[in-house]
């Protein structure tokens, strides 16, 4: 199937399933993380379908996405039982499986770690979290010019500027962060020290 068929079914599907406002958020993730994979050398198709099904699940209530997650044999932490934010993303990737038909492992890895990130990940996962991100519909944060520039440059470090800003704004507010996420920052964080000096 060419990219522009796949385009097509793939926003006709999220239409029926996602309210207006995540149906234009997911439009403008499916664009931008197409752009950041060309600039990136990576697969294109990939990082559209990535882009288009990342908040596939972020629609439906907790209950069922955690229902979504146990028929699938995906663990659920205490985190994601407290924070239904953070729960999609595993009840995504088991959509993006058995109901969407998506057999790729980056494709659906793109999907299970485009909240937290994980240490050492794919430059398809960084796309579509870094996408998520800065998508051209996202409220303008205070460095967002900055990490809209830098993610066309240099994704690890657009990753480390995102993960230390969302630790902050999370630590501001006084709410709970996955544990993933501070271990992602601590992976990037590390690694620019590596190989930066």
């Known amino acids: 199937m060419k990219i522009l068929e796949i385009s097509h079914k793939l926003r006709k599907e999220m239409k029926l399933v ?3 406002d995540r149906f234009d ?24 379908i990535a ?37 999609h993303a595993k009840a995504g990737m088991c959509l993006a499986e058995h109901k969407y038909g998506i057999e790729d492992d980056e494709i659906l890895g793109a999907i299970r770690w485009h909240t937290t990130g ?33 993610a066309y ?18 630590k501001n507010i006084d709410k709970e962060c996955d544990d993933m996420t501070a271990k992602t920052y601590d992976y990037y964080l590390e690694k620019d020290k590596t190989n930066n000096g």
């Open 153 to 170: 440059k240099n994704l690890d470090k657009c990753m480390l500027f995102i993960l230390s800003d969302t630790l902050d704004y999370l």
């Open 118 to 150: 994980h240490p050492g990940m794919s430059d398809l996962e960084k796309i579509v979290f870094i996408a998520d991100f800065i998508e051209p519909n996202r409220k303008p944060l205070q460095h967002m010019s900055e990490i809209r520039k830098l």
């Open 25 to 48: 958020h997911t439009l403008g993730v499916a664009y931008t993380a197409a752009n950041m994979a060309a600039i990136h050398d990576v697969s294109i198709e990939k990082a559209i």
């Open 18 to 20: 996602l309210n207006a």
């Open 51 to 87: 882009g288009y099904l990342h908040d596939c699940a972020k629609n439906l209530d907790h209950e069922e996405q955690m229902k979504i997650c146990k028929k699938y044999g995906v663990e659920i932490t205490d985190v994601e039982r407290r924070n239904p934010a953070l729960i």
